[in-house]
């Protein structure tokens, strides 16, 4: 499935499509993004890619890769790829590897 601005899909086949067709994520490279869409106060309605699972920060080729692909047909907002564990190791990480897109407003 080739994802522009004239299909529509939900955000969970989205998340499926970055993960599976953008990224090729197998059991050897975990760094499939959480896609939720949420509301910006500035932007609006928008997507966020959170790489909550990679526990560092992605590799330089993979994260071109990923906005590469988002830049075809999305809008980046923010894009940060930091990644800052807890000094708790019971916590998740403060800071994970983060996109913002702006949204076509096509996702349900």
Not at 26 to 43: C, F, L, S
Not at 52 to 81: A, F, G, H, Q, V
Request: proline letters at 6%; aromatic letters at 12%.
């Amino acid at each position: 499935m080739n994802w522009n601005n004239n299909e529509i899909a939900n955000v969970a086949d989205f998340e499926h499509h970055i993960a599976n067709e953008v990224l090729e994520v197998n059991e050897y490279n975990g760094h499939a993004p959480g896609i939720r869409q949420v509301t910006d106060p500035d932007h609006g309605d928008i997507i966020e890619l959170n790489f909550r699972y990679t526990r560092s920060k992605l590799p330089d080729e993979t994260w071109n890769k990923i906005l590469d692909y988002l830049k075809e047909d999305w809008e980046i907002i923010t894009e940060c790829n930091d990644y800052e564990s807890n000094y708790d190791p019971g916590e998740p990480p403060e800071w994970v590897p983060i996109i913002r897109i702006k949204s076509r407003n096509f996702l349900k």
